[in-house]
């Protein structure tokens, strides 16, 4: 089954095509707000983005360095508007913002230059193409590089100017700072005669960046810089000086907060715990990119972040059902790594097999999908090493963004990833700074296995348990698919407790996963029998308990799960069988749902295709305009057909979703 | 209708003693072809060979009175249906001819078509007693059947196309309708809304056997926008759907539908999202049997479409269910459309009594 290739060769990089850099610059400037970022802090609702940024603490630290564009750098980044990005309107307007953001990526490509494993920066495209030799020569460098990039001026000339002295770097600065002025000008006065949308669009990005300037705590710098980056075109000697105060200011301001942040966190409990009850809200303010691929804007969006982190974009494939045009639909046969080489500097090879394995689906189900996650994500920072002047819990959480958007790429996060993720981004960004690094490493791989064991192995015998008690003797149990927590309860309670029970084991094309379920329960002696999902009205008569599995609770009670899992809770209701979902609580998600469309995920269209005598009827499919074939991966089951969840902490009802989210938030 | 045509010739040729062995031969072949049942048939083709085959008997069988007719026609009928108790078609096209029968015999016999037509209660209980005898020879007997039995076929004929030139009086433009697996009948019936009307179809393949692939590309070829999906998807997708529009195998003297696996679940689905569910049937799929024990209907076939033999050693520990089958109750479903109209299940009971004779449910 070893069909992923081998992690492609690392390559020579990807030569960003001179064609994509030029483009940038002209775009960029008009698209700059006409006025900085209204002043301050805004009442609850920067609280709350303040919530969303959290894991990106660090990154915002460093983005108030960066100045005016670094708030709204990190939007495009991180995805992290949520409302904001898709309200900003017209494409034009988004990418606007982006290339905004882009030359505030500029600055702040220092955190996420110097990178893990590898010397190349990886982060930014811009960059890429004149970043010769490796980083060492640091931030300022890389910094004036992207500047004179974005102003359009030739990188070549920028990119040999020594990093070190502040004086240099200061005054080409200023340079490009008095170049840009000009230009923004200039394109300011055509913007005001140009027409209304445009209008519209320069003022799109200081209302967008409104909540992002707030966001950023304990940041009085901040809200100075933006206006005074973009606001006074006039001052242009004094802004070298205005500028090198700034960075003083900032640096100082920096090293207070950490100071501040080191006592907090050893006092156990940071500000961030205290921030979690609001992250709730600014989970249902983000729309995650897969679920808006019908947004051209969004796409472009990603397809920005995509390309500023050296991720391929994987293209669509085939057309897809009208009902589902906002979910990505990706061929199994055109795999991420065949259409463009990724350069292993960028994505750790361990990553680009756990990508290439989780879209071939060879490793496929949510706790498996989230086991293998970490166990890469252990070695990723294994062989992680902190760049000269940079933090650990700085720089891995920028590290590991890109895996994650490859990942995606491969295939839409699970549930249970997303969660693991934010875990360990929480963890690594609240390490303690006067941990060395190796400390920081063993202790981020100890933080990972107690994860593993606790939340998923330990979870899973706890439910096993539990669900135990629900299991008689001669009981006939209907599972469907495979999921590896009924399996193993099943198991556990056939050959641990001795339980003689009978099990129907329902499946369903295209995926056949029961099959597997059928080999292990086989194997371990259980008196099996077989159907597929049609059938189920004949088989459930006999059946006095249907035990399934989930992929996410949601926290309106609703299960997410494979899709077919709502019909059989469906039928047993009628049936009058009872449902038991099993189900860790790693695997409650704050998200809503109440139906199968919204969120969901399309697997590749061909799976349906199925050969009889010698004829694939549905071959011709992607020829057919008429035809489309849907294949889809998850559904959502109502909370009032399902009687019940076991989960780790003890058998509730799903509608308890929510309490036991509370709870995790609170002791977390 | 080269068969009809066929049959007629032979019958006007052959001479009695070979007329009668070929005749047993046909019906045996008939009845070994449904015991096998591999190919699937449609039920409209069962229908008409079983009608084909009774006007033979009718027309060459030794019989000289109505009472012997329908005895010989009874004792064929049953030997037809034992074959294959699924194909509920052979029985009720037997029915249909004991109901001519009785109803030619009664026209000769001189009663009036209205006193038979309508059966009022006082009536049913003032002539309980009262039955036929069907002793009395009439010459003319033999030629009027067959004459029925010709208009049978050729109302036969014009089923699907009278069920599907209702399809306007159903289906609205930009609807959503879910379908699974492959009938001719729904076929039909979504081809003819196509020609005036804009919707999209949801078809679920119906696995193991995904005859609802057939469908899909079949009316995708009629520039219908057709998608395919799994048949775990019914309840997921079910939400955006506007009606379910369904073929049947057989329906029952309740109402009650014996449809294709997976029929169940879809209606459950429907009822579920209060989803109008519109099966299309011909009149001659009403069978007036009663869902007794639920399991007298089932078929099962090789599991190997299930669970391939390929699956090696585990096959010896596992059953494997390959049903043909799903009971729908009548309370989950919303319209029946016949050849003579749209009806509620409800209205089944009545129809069933127009069609058949009392005496006749049990063959």
Not at chain 1, 250 to 263: I, N, T, V
Not at chain 1, 457 to 469: C, D, G, K, P
Not at chain 2, 318 to 324: F, G, L, S
């Amino acid at each position: 089954m070893a069909r992923p290739a081998a992690p492609p060769a690392p390559g020579p990089p990807r030569s960003a095509p001179p064609g994509a850099v030029a483009l940038h610059p002209p775009r960029f400037a008009p698209l700059r707000p006409p006025r900085g970022r209204p002043a301050l802090p805004g009442p609850p609702r920067p609280e709350r983005c303040r919530g969303r940024a959290r894991q990106r603490a660090p990154g915002v630290a460093r983005d108030r360095r960066g100045g005016a564009a670094g708030g709204t750098r990190e939007r495009p980044a991180g995805d992290g508007t949520g409302g904001a990005g898709p309200r900003a309107g017209p494409g034009t307007a988004g990418g606007g913002r982006d290339r905004r953001g882009g030359a505030a990526g500029g600055t702040r490509e220092r955190p996420a230059r110097t990178g893990v494993t590898s010397p190349r920066p990886a982060e930014e495209p811009r960059v890429r193409g004149h970043v010769g030799p490796p980083g060492r020569q640091g931030a300022l460098r890389i910094r004036t590089g992207g500047m004179a990039e974005r102003e359009g001026g030739n990188p070549e000339g920028a990119a040999p100017v020594p990093a070190g002295p502040q004086a240099p770097e200061l005054s080409r600065e200023e340079k490009l700072q008095l170049r840009k002025e000009k230009k923004q000008q200039k394109k300011k006065k055509r913007s005001e005669k140009g027409p209304s949308t445009e209008s519209a669009e320069l003022c799109a990005p200081p209302e967008a960046g409104q909540p992002r300037a707030a966001a950023q705590p304990t940041s009085p710098p901040a809200p100075a810089d933006g206006p005074g980056d973009s606001e006074k075109p006039a001052g242009g000697k004094s802004k070298a000086e205005l500028r090198a105060e700034r960075r003083a200011k900032q640096e100082a301001e920096r090293a207070q907060k950490q100071a501040r942040k080191a006592e907090l966190s050893q006092a156990a409990t940071t500000a961030k715990p205290r921030q979690s009850p609001t992250e709730p809200q600014s989970m249902v303010k983000r729309l995650p990119e897969h679920v808006q691929v019908d947004d051209p804007a969004a796409q472009r969006k990603l397809a920005k972040k995509l390309e500023r982190q050296q991720v391929p974009l994987r293209q669509d494939y085939g057309t897809k059902v009208n009902l589902f045009s906002h979910l990505h639909q990706y061929s199994r046969k055109k795999p991420l790594t065949q259409q463009m080489s990724i350069p292993s500097t960028v994505i750790h090879p361990a990553v680009v097999r756990l990508g290439l394995q989780y879209s071939q689906g060879i490793i496929n189900g949510s706790n498996a999908r989230c086991i293998a996650l970490l166990e890469v994500f252990k070695q990723l920072i294994r062989d992680y090493s902190t760049p000269p002047n940079e933090e650990l819990s700085r720089d891995l959480v920028a590290k590991l963004k890109p895996h994650i958007s490859f990942l995606n790429q491969c295939r839409p996060l699970s549930a249970s990833m997303g969660n693991a993720i934010k875990f360990l981004k929480k963890e690594i960004s609240c390490l303690p700074d006067t941990l060395r690094e190796d400390e920081a490493k063993e202790k981020l791989q100890d933080v990972i296995d107690k994860y593993l064991r606790e939340k998923i192995v330990l979870a899973a015998e706890a439910i096993s348990r539990s669900a135990f008690e629900k299991i008689n003797d001669h009981d006939v149990i209907l599972v469907y698919g495979c999921s590896s927590l009924v399996n193993r309860t099943l198991c556990d309670a056939h050959a641990k407790k001795g339980r003689a029970f009978r099990v129907i084991v329902v499946d369903s094309r295209p995926r056949l996963e029961g099959r597997e379920t059928l080999r292990r329960l086989v194997r371990r002696g259980i008196h099996c029998t077989y159907v597929m999902i049609n059938a189920i009205s004949y088989v459930l008569p006999e059946v006095s308990k249907v035990l399934l599995g989930a992929h996410a609770l949601l926290a309106n009670g609703s299960v997410m799960s494979r899709v077919g899992t709502s019909q059989i809770a469906l039928v047993s209701k009628a049936y009058n069988v009872p449902v038991l979902v099993c189900c860790e609580t790693y695997k409650f998600c704050e998200r809503v749902q109440t139906d199968s469309f919204v969120s969901n995920e399309l697997d590749d269209p061909d799976d349906l295709i199925v050969l009889r005598k010698g004829q694939a009827q549905l071959g011709g499919w992607a020829e057919n305009k008429s035809l489309r074939l849907l294949n889809l991966v998850y559904d959502v089951t109502p909370p009032d057909l399902v009687d019940l969840v076991i989960t780790d902490l003890g058998m509730i009802p799903c509608t308890s979703v929510p309490v036991v989210l509370r709870v995790k938030n609170v002791d977390q | 209708m080269g068969r009809r045509g066929g049959g007629s010739g032979s019958a006007a040729t052959m001479p009695g003693a070979e007329r009668g062995s070929e005749l047993s031969e046909q019906i045996e072949a008939f009845a070994a072809r449904l015991r096998r049942g591999g190919e699937r048939p449609r039920s409209e083709d069962t229908a008409r060979q079983t009608l084909s085959l009774l006007r033979k008997i009718v027309g060459n069988g030794r019989w000289s009175r109505a009472g012997e007719l329908m005895d010989l026609i009874r004792t064929e009928g049953q030997r037809m249906t034992a074959a294959q108790p699924s194909e509920t078609t052979v029985g009720n096209m037997v029915r249909r001819v004991l109901k001519v029968i009785r109803e030619e015999y009664g026209r000769l016999h001189g009663r009036s078509e209205e006193s038979d037509q309508q059966e009022s209660l006082h009536k049913l209980l003032t002539s309980g007693g009262l039955s036929e005898d069907f002793r009395t020879p009439y010459p003319s007997l033999r030629a009027n059947v067959i004459e029925a039995i010709n208009e049978m076929l050729i109302e036969l004929e014009g089923t699907t196309d009278n069920i599907a030139m209702q399809a306007l009086e159903h289906i609205h433009s930009n609807e959503v309708i879910m379908t699974i697996g492959y009938s001719r009948t729904v076929e039909a019936f979504l081809k003819e809304a196509a020609r005036k009307r804009k919707f999209q179809v949801i078809v679920a393949e119906c696995a193991p056997f995904c005859q609802g692939h057939e469908m899909a590309v079949r009316l995708s070829k009629e520039n219908i926008e057709t998608t395919v999906m799994s048949d775990a998807a019914i309840f997921a997708v079910m939400s955006r759907v506007n009606k379910v529009i369904i073929g049947t195998k057989t329906i029952l003297a309740n109402g009650a539908l014996i449809a294709v696996s997976g029929t169940h679940t879809l209606a459950l689905a429907a009822k579920h999202h209060s989803t109008p569910l519109i099966v299309c049937a011909p009149m001659f799929k009403l069978s007036p049997q009663f869902p007794n024990e639920e399991d007298s209907f089932h078929k099962f076939v090789s599991p190997q479409e299930v669970l391939p033999f390929t699956e090696g050693e585990i096959l010896a520990k596992i059953n494997v269910h390959c049903p043909v089958f799903d009971y729908v109750p009548p309370e989950l479903i919303t319209l029946f459309i016949s050849n003579i109209g749209g009806n509620a299940p409800s209205y089944i009971y009545r129809l069933m009594s127009e069609l058949y004779h009392p005496d006749d449910y049990e063959l």
